[in-house]
T-cell receptor, first 114, second 116 residues
């Protein structure tokens, strides 16, 4: 069963707290992504990972970092969360290097930073 | 930079009516980007609905169609007769190669409500 799993689905944190969003995929995909979506905006790429320990910044990396120690797991970390990081976060994966390939998405994590 | 503009939602139609969601794009790096429609059903992640990587071609899936028109830089999504189960958010997207890497740029999404 091809699946991208995100945990947790909903999360409420206070400003200044650390946040860990987890993502897993069971398809042995090389490439994984973190996006966020805010009301009235399209999905914005935060980070992309081409494989284990091979990560690159996306369009809006400030305030975030990522970790990929195993091919099937990709974590997004917010050190000292800010209220403007309230958003819906989507993890995705694709079989190989980004090209015309399909992205497979998780169901999203709705993060609220108070 | 690259951009995707699609119909502002929400869009409300009755079951069995026809549907068109407009999408136009601008790609700065390559002449013919890859074009996609993704759909997000309630409580689920985005999933690919259809994609077209060759200009002039048409993609289709689940009764939906979209034609890659390079003259008008458009990729409109159409369905002749919608069903209540088509209620979802639809995202147009393009894949383009920047100086360093390939990127997928998404539109804002169009929320479709189909009335029974």
């Amino acid at each position: 069963d091809m699946k991208v799993t995100q945990m947790p689905r909903y999360l409420i944190k206070r400003m200044g707290e650390n946040v860990l969003l987890e993502c897993g995929q069971d398809m042995s995909h090389e490439t994984m992504y973190w996006y966020r979506q805010d009301p009235g905006l399209g999905l914005q790429l935060i980070y992309i990972s081409y494989d284990v320990d091979s990560n690159s910044e996306g369009d809006i990396p400030k305030g975030y970092r990522v970790s990929r120690k195993k091919r099937e797991h990709f974590s997004l970390i917010l050190d000292s969360a800010k209220t403007n990081q309230t958003s819906v976060y989507f993890c995705a994966s694709s079989p190989g290097p980004p090209s015309a390939e399909t992205l497979y998405f998780g169901s999203g994590t709705r993060l609220t930073v108070l | 930079g690259d951009s995707v503009t699609q119909t502002e939602g929400p869009v409300t139609v009755s079951e069995s009516e026809s549907l068109i969601i407009n999408c136009t794009y601008s790609a700065t790096s390559i002449a013919y980007p890859n074009l996609f429609w993704y759909v997000r059903y309630p409580g689920e992640g985005l999933q690919l609905l259809l994609k077209v990587i060759t200009a002039g071609q048409k993609g289709s899936s689940r009764g939906f169609e979209a034609t890659y028109n390079k003259e008008t830089t458009s990729f409109h999504l159409q369905k002749a007769s919608v069903q209540e189960s088509d209620s979802a958010v639809y995202y147009c997207a393009l894949g383009d190669r920047d100086t360093n890497a390939y990127k997928v740029i998404f539109g804002k999404g169009t929320h479709l409500h189909v009335l029974p």
